[in-house]
Structure formats: structure tokens, C-alpha cells
């Protein structure tokens, strides 16, 4: 399969999980941050840390919502994709945050493996937060 033709297959799931990224955020709503990985896809933070499977990811983002800000705007911005084989893309780019009052900006860059499942839905593997 041509790489246009598998990258234009992946866009539809790829452009919803990083589109609800924030309003999911927003929402307090681990579960849909969690859906666009696979079972036993791999968070791993700018400091290391490696959370494995999608409960695990759950779990995480929930830990972390007591202690979030309210968010004002944010997004992510995909620099760049790479087709690597017929099931597997590699996504970078950088996602930023405003939150609190006064108003502050965070944020960093990401690389993000998504593989096509056997349902022809993409999912992330592997998402590394730099």
C-alpha cells in the first residue's frame, strides 16, 4: 500500500485523539484520553516514567486531574508523521497548555507510534512526552 494511501487511512483516528485531547482535559475524562490506545500501549514522561496498559493511562491522567489547573486553551500541533510499514505511523510534534490565573503556558514535544488494528482502527502503542 502506497504511504499517502495508509497515512490518509490513519488521519480520521489520529486527528480525533488529538483533537479531543484538550476537551477531554477539560472534561476531567481519563477514559477518553485512554481510548486511542491499544491495551497495553506505554505512556512514558519527560521525566521517565513509563506507565504501562490503557488502565494503567486511566489511572494516571485521573491521579493528575485533582491537581490541575482549570485550562483555558491548549492543543496539539503535529510537525511531522512518518509511514514506516502498512500498520505503523510515527507521529511528532508539540502540545501546549494554559492554565491557572494568571494565565500560564507549558508544554513540550511528543513522539507517537500508532499501529492499525485488526479492525482497521489506529491506536497508539507507544507515546513519548519530551
Not at 484538550?22 to 505512556?43: K, W
Not at 507517537?112 to 485488526?118: F, H, I, L, P, Y
Amino acid at each position: 500500500m502506497h504511504c499517502d494511501a495508509i497515512l490518509a487511512g490513519a488521519r480520521a483516528d489520529i486527528e480525533h485523539a488529538n483533537d479531543d485531547w484538550v476537551p477531554a482535559l477539560r472534561r476531567r475524562d481519563a477514559e477518553a484520553i485512554a481510548a486511542a490506545y491499544v491495551d497495553d500501549g506505554m505512556f512514558i514522561a519527560p521525566d521517565g516514567t513509563v506507565t504501562r496498559g490503557r488502565a494503567a493511562i486511566v489511572a494516571m491522567y485521573s491521579a493528575r486531574f485533582p491537581k490541575m489547573k482549570e485550562i483555558h486553551d491548549g492543543g496539539i500541533v503535529q510537525d511531522g508523521t512518518a509511514v514506516i510499514d502498512d500498520s505503523t505511523i510515527y507521529e511528532w510534534g508539540h502540545a501546549w497548555l494554559e492554565t491557572g490565573q494568571p494565565p500560564a503556558r507549558s508544554g513540550g514535544r511528543y513522539l507517537t507510534v500508532w499501529k492499525r488494528q485488526t479492525d482497521g482502527h489506529w491506536r497508539i502503542t507507544r507515546n513519548i512526552a519530551f
